[in-house]
C-alpha cells in the first residue's frame, strides 16, 4: 500500500509523546492513526471517526500547559 509509511511516522510521533510525558499529543496522534487506517481502508471515501475517535481527541483539547 502506497501509504504504509504514514502508520510509521504517526508510531513515531505517539511513542515520542508517551516517552517524554506529552499525554495530549500522544492522545491526538493515537487519534490520528484509526483516523488515517480508516480513510486508508476506505480508498479516501472520506468516513467519519468513530464517536470515541472524537471523545479523545476532545479530551484532549481540555488539557491546557501551565502558565
Known amino acids: 500500500m502506497r501509504h504504509d509509511w504514514i502508520f510509521d511516522v504517526l508510531a513515531d ?5 508517551e516517552q517524554n510525558d506529552l499525554p495530549a499529543l ?7 492513526l484509526r483516523v488515517a ?13 468513530r464517536p470515541d475517535v472524537l471523545s479523545a481527541m476532545g479530551k484532549a483539547k481540555q ?3 501551565p502558565n
Open 37 to 49: 487506517e480508516l480513510e486508508i481502508q476506505a480508498g479516501g471515501a472520506g468516513l467519519r471517526p
Open 63 to 65: 488539557l491546557r500547559r
Open 13 to 17: 510521533l505517539r511513542a515520542y509523546a
Open 26 to 32: 500522544a492522545t491526538h496522534v493515537a487519534a490520528t
